[in-house]
């Protein structure tokens, strides 16, 4: 059974960064694109970024493009994104997602996804 774990979510002043863990277990980690969506306060899930399962490739939505980063240590399970230039747009749940197949390609569109984190809450205050 997959299991993702969100950790790194806080408080934070705009302008300040956070960086976002997700522990992966129950799949061969190096074989799974993996994503970061989020859901701010009455809204949809929406795209934040994603990598592919070598990490060679990372896809980011416009509205964190040049401010976040997402990377990944398959040593150690886990995918990281880092958030600097925080906005209080930027206020959501984030939640880690693991690819619905191994070496699949992935974009935008969470239906690419088949596994997901409970998300971890990041606050941006103004």
């Known amino acids: 059974q997959v299991q993702l774990v969100e950790s790194g979510g806080g408080l934070v002043q705009a302008g300040g960064s956070l960086r976002l863990s997700c522990a992966a277990s129950g799949l061969t980690f190096s074989r799974y694109s993996m994503g970061w969506f989020r859901q701010p306060p009455g809204k949809e899930r929406e795209f934040v970024a994603s990598?592919?399962?070598?990490?060679?490739?990372?896809y980011y939505a416009d509205s964190v493009k040049g401010r976040s980063t997402i990377s990944r240590d398959n040593a150690k399970n886990t995918v990281y994104l880092q958030m600097n230039s925080l906005k209080f747009e930027d206020t959501a749940v984030y939640y880690c997602?693991?690819?619905?197949?191994?070496?699949?390609?992935?974009?935008?569109?969470?239906?690419?996804?088949?596994?997901w984190g409970q998300g971890t809450q990041v606050t941006v205050s103004s």
């Open positions: 990598i592919r399962w070598s990490g060679g490739s990372t």
């Open positions: 997602a693991a690819a619905r197949w191994p070496y699949n390609e992935v974009g935008r569109n969470p239906v690419d996804f088949g596994s």
